[in-house]
């Protein structure tokens, strides 16, 4: 029999690995009522989980590494699932994998089992359970595991990654790169294309800035992986750490769009080209004549002609017409954001729901529950909660770019990138200086 420990003899977590499943269990997209539920709900709540084993204690640590995994498919990317293991040497439970599965191994919690997704059984190889892999790809960085071989047979994986077989009936992912001790905040990445064209970058807020590449004119990143325009129209992608190689894409290109392991490359003549995995699959021809793109949650969006079209699901789907008389348009998770006349607008649920008018703008960004518009005099205002709540204005006028990601937002004002983590009131924090483009995943 199972005896948690008391609550006050229960060891505390980090406040940054406290803040990340807060936000995992607030998004209400985490479901369930069992132990692994129980393990992320007591990080929110600040202490491990605990239960007595033959009279010791044994705390259930997750991995940061897989709570941020969590994050990045509930939070940013909008996936509801349903989690049914974590760690199971807290309470000594041990499968056919015996003491070497990343459940159990060097303290438990290294591994994640999850056996619905959006509301779908998981059969290892479900429409949603592949969505949901694809978005792990970056969201989860190597080394790692994938289990269901023997369900969905042998994927397209990242660099790092294995796979092997398991039961049909949830979706298996691990981290084998080992306990880590940063603080799982100092995880959350940023870049910035310098005024020189280099392509800066740091993990969390306080870490030291590195140089990636050079003579970058775009740059687009989903979880661990980065996608980067050159001046000679060359794209290349790293995934992983910033120590990692770099893997040349595409040539031609003005733009990229990186969602989980799909890229979009928007090319000089105004063709827009898309793959799905980095290196097994062919390039499919999408669109002429655009102008800008975006990815997102699964749907691909373009600008052509001043209308939008979207597309979702896989890249043979048919194009929907959001409209004409349009210069800009942003997705993310069910949501979809455009530029009409000067102001936006923004939708939420199928692609055939009704605009809710937002404000004048002149750009447009989606994460999760907020919007963020950069008005036509360069003042940055954000809303969160639904499409009706109210507006913050957080910095301007001047601003020459911004981005979200979780509950982070930064701008690029007067050549400084500025950075707030948390609630739309939070202090500023300056993270590069002499910069033109911001980017943060």
Not at 53 to 70: E, F, N
Not at 321 to 343: C, E, F, K, P, Y
Request: one cysteine or more.
């Amino acid at each position: 029999m199972l005896v948690p420990t008391a609550a006050s003899a229960a060891t505390a977590v980090p406040a940054g690995t406290q803040a990340v499943a807060q936000q995992i269990i607030n998004s209400g997209r985490l479901v369930g009522t069992g132990e692994a539920y129980a393990q992320i709900q007591a990080y929110a709540s600040g202490t491990m989980r605990s239960h007595q084993i033959g009279g010791q204690s044994r705390d259930c640590q997750i991995d940061p590494v897989i709570l941020q995994a969590l994050k990045t498919v509930t939070v940013d990317r909008g996936f509801t699932i349903r989690v049914t293991s974590i760690n199971r040497w807290c309470i000594d439970q041990r499968t056919a994998s015996g003491t070497s599965s990343y459940h159990w191994r060097d303290g438990g919690g290294h591994a994640v089992d999850i056996d619905q997704v959006n509301g779908v059984g998981s059969t290892g190889n479900t429409s949603q359970d592949r969505a949901l892999i694809s978005a792990m790809y970056s969201a989860l960085p190597g080394p790692a595991g994938l289990g269901q071989l023997n369900c969905h047979g042998s994927l397209p994986v990242p660099t790092g990654w294995v796979q092997f077989d398991d039961a049909c009936n949830h979706n298996h992912f691990e981290y084998r790169g080992g306990p880590i001790s940063v603080p799982i905040d100092d995880l959350d990445r940023s870049f910035s294309i310098a005024t020189d064209g280099t392509l800066q970058a740091k993990s969390g807020m306080y870490q030291p800035v590195v140089s990636l590449r050079s003579n970058i004119v775009a740059v687009d990143v989903d979880g661990t992986t980065t996608a980067a325009v050159d001046s000679s129209g060359n794209v290349w992608v790293q995934q992983g750490d910033f120590t990692n190689g770099w893997v040349g894409l595409a040539g031609g290109a003005i733009d990229v769009a990186v969602d989980g392991e799909r890229f979009v490359v928007l090319k000089s003549d105004g063709t827009v080209i898309a793959k799905d995995g980095l290196y097994s699959t062919a390039w499919l021809t999408q669109l002429g004549g655009v102008e800008k793109i975006d990815a997102a949650n699964g749907r691909l969006g373009v600008l052509k002609g001043g209308h939008v079209f979207i597309k979702e699901g896989n890249l043979q789907a048919a194009w929907v017409d959001m409209g004409g008389g349009m210069s800009d348009l942003a997705l993310d998770g069910s949501r979809v954001g455009v530029i009409s006349g000067g102001t936006a607008y923004v939708k939420e649920g199928n692609l055939w729901t009704a605009w809710v008018t937002m404000r004048n703008a002149t750009r447009l960004v989606l994460e999760g529950d907020r919007v963020a518009v950069l008005t036509p005099t360069g003042v940055v205002t954000v809303k969160e909660g639904n499409l009706w709540s109210s507006w913050a204005d957080l910095t301007g006028p001047g601003v020459g770019d911004l981005a979200l990601s979780g509950d982070r937002v930064a701008v690029v004002s007067g050549g400084s990138v500025l950075i707030k983590n948390g609630p739309l009131n939070a202090a500023w924090v300056g993270a590069y200086a002499n910069s033109s483009q911001v980017a943060l995943s």
